[in-house]
């Protein structure tokens, strides 16, 4: 991409900010496109144009391919709420505490059309992994995973390797036939890393869990600072992970995003009740990495929120540049420090070089 690609794919990616370049779009291009598709951001970028009163000064090809993905965005929700609505039941019916996590609250908080989920993530204790599991496949749910729009049962394997490397299952999926949706994916997350381990942070967050009242259902989640502190553990999980650079899956921008919308709303106060709520779950370091992360990628100015976060890191430098392998224990830095630079990257698995113990 050249830099004013980058630079109008950025913008377009900002919906909080009040000001837009509409010099920038001239440089409204195929490669931009792809890329807003590419890390789902499509419905912000249509949002983004239609708030501007920009849609009639970009590309027809360009607004309505976006603006065909934002009606779609708005269907797929329909029947996403419709999806949350039939675990709630489900777990209703069951003695654990659990949480549903990002999309299932988020996709509600965005403006209409900008966020989506493909599936939900519940948070439930390693003891109750099991529990939740009967009752899912109680309710017509298999393991497996969707493959070129068919369902694929999981091997035992893989059940295996996922728990063991993951700190999460295999996907439970249903085929629900909703528009937009003809399957329900539930992730059952039961760790806040890639251990299959139970830190005492999660039982915590646990024992704090809420309802949210979202489109007339009740939605289980964490208290608003835990579900921003899992939110930035997430984040940091799966940036950090090696699988995950390697399928490119590590830096998909509506992920950063989420911490965008979040931070531009959240005050002084709030932000440092965070800290210390993180501080007190030994998770401060994860929150830190995911402000200042997305921070970098969407150009917000140094605050409250970043300049504790780079206290924290202030003794780990490459914390921001470290990736873990967990099936081999080997450790990993990028070369390339700019979470920009790293961003636009086609490749980052090959800017990553090992490194010992002692120099980690």
């Known amino acids: 991409m050249t830099e004013k690609e980058k630079q109008l794919f950025k913008a377009l990616c900002k919906f909080k900010e009040k000001d837009f370049d509409e010099a920038l779009l001239a440089h409204a291009t195929p490669t931009v496109l792809g890329q807003l598709f590419f890390n789902r951001m499509q419905g912000v970028a249509y949002d983004v144009l239609k708030t501007n009163g920009l849609l009639g000064k970009v590309n027809r090809e360009f607004r309505n391919s976006l603006g065909s993905a934002y009606e779609q965005n708005k269907e797929k929700n329909h029947s996403f709420f419709k999806c949350i609505n039939v675990l709630s039941g489900i777990l209703a019916q069951i003695d654990c505490k659990a949480a549903m996590l990002k999309g299932a609250i988020?996709?509600?908080?965005?403006?209409?059309?900008c966020r989506t989920s493909n599936d939900i993530d519940l948070l439930v204790l390693p003891s109750d992994v099991t529990l939740v599991g009967n009752a899912l496949t109680k309710s017509g749910f298999r393991q497996g995973n969707v493959r070129e729009g068919e369902f694929v049962p999981a091997s035992r394997n893989e059940i295996i390797a996922s728990k063991m490397l993951r700190g999460e299952t295999v996907p439970y999926i249903k085929e629900v036939d909703l528009p937009y949706m003809k399957y329900l994916e539930v992730d059952i997350n039961f760790s806040l890393d890639y251990k299959n381990s139970d830190t005492g942070a999660l039982s915590s967050m646990l024992e704090s869990t809420i309802v949210f009242a979202e489109n007339g259902i009740k939605i289980p989640s964490l208290n608003a600072c835990d579900f921003f502190i899992h939110l930035c553990a997430h984040l940091c999980k799966e940036a950090t992970t090696l699988s995950w650079v390697e399928m490119h899956r590590d830096m998909t921008l509506y992920k950063y995003c989420d911490i965008y919308l979040l931070l531009k709303e959240l005050s002084d106060e709030t932000i440092e009740k965070i800290f210390a709520r993180a501080s007190e779950l030994g998770l401060s370091h994860v929150c830190a990495y995911a402000i200042l992360e997305a921070s970098n990628l969407f150009d917000i100015a140094p605050g409250f929120a970043q300049k504790k976060s780079a206290e924290i890191l202030a003794c780990d430098k490459d914390f921001t540049c470290r990736v873990i392998s967990p099936k081999d224990q080997k450790i990993f830095i990028y070369k390339t420090k700019s979470t920009t630079e790293r961003f636009f990257m086609n490749e980052r698995a090959?800017?990553?070089?090992?490194?010992?113990?002692?120099?980690a």
Do not use: T
Not at 350 to 359: I, P, T, Y
């Open 106 to 113: 988020l996709c509600a908080y965005y403006p209409e059309g």
């Open 350 to 359: 090959k800017d990553l070089e090992e490194v010992s113990d002692e120099k």
